[in-house]
């Protein structure tokens, strides 16, 4: 008996993406699986981090359409968003206090149904989070004494607290060190076991090393699917405006 495909957590058609008057992308029609790493790769100002929020509802689409686990943004409520898809933001500010304990369990406030507090398996899955990300230890810290790298992991710790099907990461490797990078870059392959990932990223090496799929954005184009099929030298040219040869695996930059 042959199996029914697997609907795709996140498609679009002919999607839009508009800053002002701007265009940053246009005639999207892109589909996400479970079980898939994509990386979104393209130079500054692009529109990567722009998309990342239009996918998460932090800002309208201008065309297109856009479906989670194959049904209409526009016919989902918020609790249903928060259970399909979140977002690991690029920038995290905070205005006051607040121990990294708390600060992740806001993450569980789409299983928060009907109750204010937390339960013990909102604290277990929190506790679980942190040590996935190295920082277990910083339980108890004040969330305004972290480094710049130490507060986007605690940042993805309440992403894994939430436990979206669909993950937006907006430059999770941004601030960390070489061992950090790697270290986020290898959970995120994990995590495409069980969901499907999408990071903006700046770094192509890590991107071609890690992920399974990448959509590149270049001006008024953009190329999307497997990194063996897209990352081309003849591609990444097209996208960032400069020559790319290939050395030892790895992509240089001329």
């Known amino acids: 008996m042959s199996q029914m495909p697997l609907l795709p957590l996140l498609q679009t058609k002919n999607l839009s993406v508009k800053m002002g008057q701007r265009t ?3 005639g999207l029609d892109w589909q996400v699986q479970s079980g898939e790493f994509w ?5 500054n100002g692009v529109g990567k981090s722009s998309l990342l929020s239009v996918l998460a509802g932090l800002l309208p689409r201008s065309g297109g359409t856009l479906q989670f686990a194959a049904q ?7 609790l249903q968003l928060a259970r399909l898809r979140g977002l690991m933001m690029q920038h995290q500010s905070d205005a006051f206090s607040h121990s990294v304990a708390d600060t992740v369990l806001i993450g569980r406030t789409p299983y928060r149904v009907g109750r204010s507090w937390d339960e013990e398996q909102d604290i277990k899955v929190a506790h679980q989070a942190l040590a996935r990300v190295g920082l277990l230890d910083k339980l108890h810290a004040d969330i305004t004494q972290l480094s710049g790298g130490e507060r986007q992991r605690v940042a993805l710790a309440g992403l894994l607290a939430q436990d979206p099907g669909l993950m937006l990461l907006d430059e999770p490797t941004a601030h960390q060190d070489v061992a950090q990078q790697l270290a986020i870059m290898r959970l995120a392959c994990e995590l495409a076991q069980t969901h499907a990932l999408i990071a903006s990223c700046h770094d192509i090496n890590l991107a071609m090393r890690f992920a399974t799929h990448v959509l590149v954005l270049g001006e008024d184009q953009h190329w999307q699917g497997r990194v063996a099929e897209v990352m081309t030298v003849q591609i990444l040219a097209q996208a960032f405006g400069c020559s790319f040869s290939l050395r030892g695996g790895q992509f240089i930059a001329e």
Do not use: A, E, R
């Open 24 to 26: 940053l992308v246009s």
């Open 39 to 43: 990386c979104v790769l393209g130079k």
């Open 72 to 78: 209409s943004i526009d016919q989902l409520g918020d």
